[in-house]
T-cell receptor, first 114, second 117 residues
Framework: KAGVTQTPRYLIKTRGQQVTLSCSPI?????VSWYQQTPGQGLQFLFE???????NKGNFPGRFSGRQFSNSRSEMNVSTLELGDSALYLC?????????????FGPGTRLTVT | GDSVTQMEGPVTLSEEAFLTINCTYT??????LFWYVQYPGEGLQLLLK?????DKGSNKGFEATYRKETTSFHLEKGSVQVSDSAVYFC????????????????FGQGTILTVHP
């Protein structure tokens, strides 16, 4: 079974631009979560989608948004990019609706904002 | 809120040495606990998990026991290999307010492990 895929793997954007990242979950998984990884803040939860609905959201500004499609694929969007948005963005998918809620991660998208 | 604290690294060991990485947590309710490993340039891989008190998760020679009384989930391996060099993350999953979602993992800061031949 193919793992979680994320595209693109690397991205360079300029401050003020917007960016869209894509995540395809493992076949059969209906829940997708997004995380931001930086050296200073570590791994931080952005949001979770299940059946096209956002079920949980982390403490990020409204410039960070996401959505999920009927085939469970998910996108996240960052508008008005800031230098501090440079990070590895990780997507994770899960099959289960409740515990133990194992999440399987993709390789990430490395975003650099200049 | 929920939080996870890992021992500070980096940890440097010789091959075949014993490994312990400490992890303690704070959570409301009854979380599930995980260890993830991240190799350079890659995403996170689930290493092991435990869902209730005294559960022992194990995989690839690594073990961790869910200790509710000490709110701990320490990672151990009896004999490390050079290939174990990576960053290790302890994490918990607890229900959101309202109990509708377990989709948020709260991570520790990560521990860099380097194993020398």
């Amino acid at each position: 079974k193919a793992g979680v895929t994320q595209t693109p793997r690397y991205l360079i954007k300029t401050r003020g631009q917007q960016v869209t990242l894509s995540c395809s979950p493992i076949s059969g998984h209906r829940s997708v979560s997004w995380y931001q990884q930086t050296p200073g803040q570590g791994l931080q939860f952005l949001f979770e989608y299940f059946s096209e609905t956002q079920r949980n959201k982390g403490n990020f500004p409204g410039r960070f948004s996401g959505r999920q499609f009927s085939n469970s694929r998910s996108e996240m969007n960052v508008s008005t990019l800031e230098l501090g948005d440079s990070a590895l963005y990780l997507c994770a998918s899960s099959f289960y609706l409740d515990r133990p809620y194992e999440q399987y991660f993709g390789p990430g998208t490395r975003l650099t904002v200049t | 809120g929920d939080s996870v604290t890992q021992m500070e690294g980096p940890v440097t060991l010789s091959e075949e040495a014993f490994l312990t990485i400490n992890c303690t947590y704070t959570a409301t309710g009854y979380p599930s606990l995980f260890w993830y490993v991240q190799y350079p340039g890659e995403g996170l891989q689930l290493l092991l998990k435990a869902t209730k008190a005294d559960d022992k998760g194990s995989n690839k020679g690594f073990e961790a026991t869910y200790r509710k009384e000490t709110t701990s989930f320490h990672l151990e391996k009896g004999s490390v290999q050079v290939s174990d060099s990576a960053v290790y993350f302890c994490a918990l999953s607890a229900p959101s307010a309202g109990g509708t979602s377990y989709g948020k993992l709260t991570f520790g800061q990560g521990t860099i492990l380097t194993v020398h031949p």
